[in-house]
């Protein structure tokens, strides 16, 4: 079966996945045009604004956008339009952690995709290539081919393809301009492997042949958690080592490096912090928990909820630290947070380990500033609210400032706590920061940025993630 020429594709969700990732195929495909859909009116609306205030930061990203858009990349919220007029659609949607019901906590909700595939066979009048490209369940596929066969109408073929997404958000542009692999799943029928082809040839417009993986269906959803479960374990694993080197004067970042020499462990990935956080690894790591728990796998199960269980020790630890070194409390002592952000070069704040640092210093009456160069206030305040249940937002205001600069951030604060690796915290002017603050002044890296001993020689205290002793 010769595999289709795609000249027209669809998004369904236009965040974080599904803008970087549709907007790069519209500038490296330019024959092909890509409509990007989404029911939120305020998102379509800043993709579409006239003066490129996108709703997500990613270096790159404008310049993309600048490009293709009106060209034959267009962002709307018709929905049903984008869905007629396609031959390939992707869904990107959401697919968060059940909050309620069977799974709750652990089991990915997969309601949005769901509501979109039925959206896509409620108003599709011609056949379609339909890929997942949200992070879902092993055999999620199956359960949209079905949904997709069942309410077709006459002549109307679905082929479905999985097609995970591996863009890290920050270096989003990049991975995607030069990905380490595309990973395609299919159906090994012959339409499966047509319609295969077709998404294959999208890609092989800039990516190299030996890096477009084609498999089955399965092995590409199971792959995707996999991935996000391995790269997360070596995070929890090297901060579990963090805390053995914290105890013995053992030096993390020498341990990593060691370690890392060694070409079948690899240098990447190996950087200790205050916890991993972002949109993707806890969710997808309990994903896979839940699956394993489903498929009667107890030991499996119980093997990757650790690596979740460990990175909520690693933040109650730091907490913890910072309280101990302050003289066992920070009741009215002003704290200065640098960082909000889940990572740097990301305005998202989904899961950022700073937000339960902030959430353990308010629970000890502490005062606290925050600066972070791209989370806005709106965002902040929300999700401090959200991990505050019951408490006004009056109340949380009493104790919390957001800030312009860091600077301004470290004011009269007696410790900065830095949260994200943000470039621009490595090269504050430290010198006039320790001026302006109470002293002792006590500084907290939980990133490993700043040099300790610097620091150190102007007379800030410093407590390094992995480290020992407080440097004078
Ligand atoms: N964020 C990442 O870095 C990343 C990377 C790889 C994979 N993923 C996966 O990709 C998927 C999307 O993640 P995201 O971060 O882009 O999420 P997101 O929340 O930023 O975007 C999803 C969008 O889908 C829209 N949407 C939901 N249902 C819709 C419908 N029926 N019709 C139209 N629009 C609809 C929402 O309004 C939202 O704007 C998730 O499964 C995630 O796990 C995310
Ligand atoms: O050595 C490291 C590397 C990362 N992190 C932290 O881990 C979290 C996740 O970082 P990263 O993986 O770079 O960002 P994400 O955007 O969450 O990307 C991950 O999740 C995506 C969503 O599934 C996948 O597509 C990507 O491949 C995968 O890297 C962040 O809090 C980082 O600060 C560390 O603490 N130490």
């Not at 060694?262 to 916890?275: C, N, Q, T």
């Not at 002792?440 to 993630?465: H, M, N, Q, S």
Request: glycine share 6%.
């Amino acid at each position: 079966m010769a595999p289709l020429k795609v000249t027209k594709i669809l998004c369904i969700g236009a965040g974080y996945v599904g803008g970087p990732t549709c907007a790069v195929i519209a500038l490296k495909c330019p024959h092909i045009t890509v409509t990007i859909v989404d029911l939120n009116q305020a998102r379509i609306d800043a993709w579409n604004s006239a003066d490129f205030k996108l709703p997500i930061y990613e270096p790159g990203l404008e310049d993309v956008v600048r490009q293709c858009r009106g060209r034959n990349l267009f962002f709307s919220t018709d929905v049903e339009k984008g869905i007629q007029d396609a031959e390939l659609i992707f869904v990107s949607v959401n697919t968060p952690t059940k909050k309620s019901g069977v799974g709750a906590g652990f089991a990915a909700d997969l309601n949005y995709v769901e509501l979109a595939t039925r959206q896509i066979a409620a108003v599709a009048t011609s056949s379609k290539i339909v890929v997942e490209k949200s992070t879902v369940p092993c055999r999620t596929a199956e359960s949209m081919r079905t949904i997709l066969e069942a309410n077709s109408k006459p002549n109307c073929r679905f082929d479905i393809l999985s097609n995970p997404e591996f863009l890290a958000e920050g270096t989003a542009i990049s991975d995607l301009f030069n990905p380490d692999r595309v990973l395609i799943g299919s159906l090994q029928t012959p339409e499966g492997k047509a319609a295969c082809a077709a998404l294959k040839g999208v890609y092989a417009n800039w990516v190299g042949e030996e890096r477009i993986l084609t498999v089955g269906l399965w092995s590409s959803e199971l792959s995707k958690l996999a991935a996000n479960a391995m790269l997360a374990q070596r995070i929890s694993s090297v901060n579990a080592l963090s805390a053995i080197c914290e105890a013995t004067g053992a030096n993390i970042d020498e341990v990593a490096n060691a370690v890392g020499y060694d070409s079948r462990v690899g240098p990447k990935f190996l950087k200790a912090s205050v916890g991993f956080g972002g949109s993707c690894f806890q969710k997808d790591i309990l994903n896979l928990v839940y699956l394993s728990e489903s498929l009667h796998l107890p030991e499996v199960a119980a093997y990757w909820r650790q690596v979740v269980e460990m990175n909520e020790y690693q933040k109650r630890r730091f907490s913890k630290r910072v309280v101990d070194t302050l003289f066992n409390t920070i009741t009215g002592k002003r704290i200065a947070v640098l960082g909000f952000a889940f990572k740097a070069d990301t305005g998202d704040t989904r899961e950022s380990a700073a937000i339960t640092l902030i959430r353990d210093f308010q629970s000890e009456r502490a005062l606290i500033n925050i600066y972070d160069p791209q989370v806005n206030e709106a965002q902040i305040w929300a999700d401090l609210q959200e991990a505050s249940p019951g408490i006004p937002l009056e109340s949380i205001k009493k104790q919390v400032t957001i800030h312009k600069s860091a600077l301004e951030a470290c004011r009269d604060a007696e410790a900065v706590v830095i949260a994200t690796e943000w470039k621009e915290f490595k090269e504050i002017a430290w010198e006039e920061v320790y001026k302006h603050m109470k002293k002792p002044a006590f500084v907290f890296d939980g990133r490993l940025l700043v040099d300790a001993e610097r620091l150190g020689a102007i007379g800030f205290k410093v407590t390094t993630i992995g480290r020992s002793a407080i440097l004078v």
